[in-house]
């Protein structure tokens, strides 16, 4: 990743081809794997997103249907290859914090002061 601040990553041109890119790859990926459940599974979690968790956390999209990458107790909710999980690291170290792995989950976490 570029030491570049990108400021709104949602207006990056740059970062916006990348993501549309990883999502044509995941859907070739859920094409090509259509009939297998349990490779579609495997697929779901680790590039797909954990509504279970998002409602239980009382998280709802907001007007453009976009559901939160955070949940209100730090889970990320996108699985670790989501398409768009580099825009989620981007904002969450601008933000301070990082995303750290506690017990098999992902969690963004206040970065420790030097």
Do not use: C
Request: net charge positive.
């Amino acid at each position: 990743m570029s030491k570049k601040r990108y400021g709104d990553v949602d207006s990056n041109p740059k970062l916006n081809k990348i993501v549309e890119n990883r999502y044509a790859k995941l859907d070739k990926k859920i094409q090509k794997n259509q009939g297998n459940d349990k490779k579609l599974s495997k697929i779901n979690k680790k590039f797909g997103y954990n509504y279970d968790a998002a409602i239980k956390s009382g998280a709802s999209p907001d007007k453009t249907g976009h559901w939160p990458s955070i949940g209100d107790d730090g889970l990320v909710l996108k699985g670790k290859r989501h398409p768009s999980m580099i825009k989620t690291k981007i904002v969450e170290k601008q933000l301070g914090y990082k995303i750290k792995n506690k017990k098999g989950a992902l969690y963004s976490v206040p970065k420790k002061k030097k």
